[in-house]
């Protein structure tokens, strides 16, 4: 949760280069998608969460198990299903006859990462059991609050909402969720070489744990010290600004949308070795952290090309 920031020069070469080796694990697990494995630690160090959505085969799945296996943290999956329900997350408090009181049994989100696979599966009672956890680090059973492990990180999967049996996420835990991510398909090469390959899920059980839980936790205190000019302020302002005025946007983005694009462009910074934030990391990150969290006014869905539209009409000072 909040700590003190520190510059980002005090951290030992030593975790410099451990993150630089975790970076470079998870390109070799997910191939040729540098830039989607950059974007998914941003996520991590900025203390938000991850939603990774795409047409089943692309590499969801595999992108969330290749950060859990680096990551070195307490790890959980739930397979989100249609009979879901919100206990079989949180846990559920159980009567002791023998204690003669009720006894609490956590669920698999007291875990420092859950991966929550196809998360749009399950109905939104049961989605909107992680809206508490993803917000608060905190879950509240029968009255009681229980605090979750630090850090926690949770790594969503969905499928696109046109397949069956999906269910959209509410717009409130979307929110949440501080980058979204599209894979895609893979390059010739990076395909060729899945397909004649040693298999994923083999590799992924043989990878490294390179980071722990206070490694993690010395990082994010480390991506709040990154420096954001009063002119960079100024710039991701006017982001939201025109989020609000853009044609074909219904709803724009608000004041906490621009706190998680500043927090992610100070993360984006830190791993490429910087300690102030550029206009070029607001960019890298603009469509990840907004198109989400627009709803165009055509359907009320959420488009990449908004946000893309939004970038191009904001000029830099």
Request: hydrophobic letters at 50%; glycine letters at 6%.
């Amino acid at each position: 949760m909040s700590a003190t920031p520190v510059a980002a020069s005090m951290l030992t070469d030593e975790l410099r280069d451990a993150l630089q080796r975790a970076l470079a694990q998870v390109n070799t697990l997910l191939l040729g998608k540098s830039q989607e494995v950059r974007l998914a630690f941003v996520a991590l160090l900025s203390d938000g969460h991850l939603l990774i959505e795409d047409l089943p085969g692309l590499g969801k799945t595999t992108l969330a198990h290749a950060l859990a296996a680096t990551l070195g943290l307490g790890f959980q999956r739930v397979q989100f299903t249609s009979d879901l329900l919100p206990s079989d997350i949180v846990g559920v408090s159980v009567f002791d006859a023998q204690a003669r009181r009720f006894e609490f049994h956590p669920g698999p989100v007291f875990a420092h990462v859950l991966l929550a696979d196809e998360i749009n599966r399950a109905p939104p009672r049961t989605q909107s059991a992680l809206l508490e956890a993803m917000a608060e680090h905190q879950v509240t059973v029968d009255g009681t609050t229980h605090a979750l492990p630090d850090p926690f990180f949770v790594i969503a999967t969905q499928n696109p909402n046109d397949l069956a049996g999906t269910y959209p996420l509410p717009d409130s835990q979307l929110d949440r969720f501080l980058l979204r991510l599209t894979l895609g398909y893979p390059g010739e090469d990076a395909e060729r070489a899945l397909l004649s390959g040693t298999d994923r899920r083999d590799l992924i059980a043989l990878a490294t744990p390179l980071l722990g839980a206070e490694d993690v936790l010395a990082l994010r205190r480390a991506v709040r010290g990154i420096h954001a000019s009063p002119a960079l302020v100024d710039y991701v302002q006017a982001l939201l600004t025109r989020s609000r005025q853009h044609p074909g946007v219904r709803v724009g983005l608000s004041p906490r949308a621009g706190i998680a694009l500043l927090r992610a462009a100070r993360a984006y910074a830190l791993l490429l070795g910087r300690e102030h934030v550029l206009p070029e990391d607001v960019q890298a990150l603009f469509a990840a952290v907004a198109a989400h969290r627009l709803v165009a006014e055509a359907d009320g869905g959420s488009h990449p090309a908004l946000a893309k539209a939004i970038l191009h009409a904001v000029p830099v000072d």
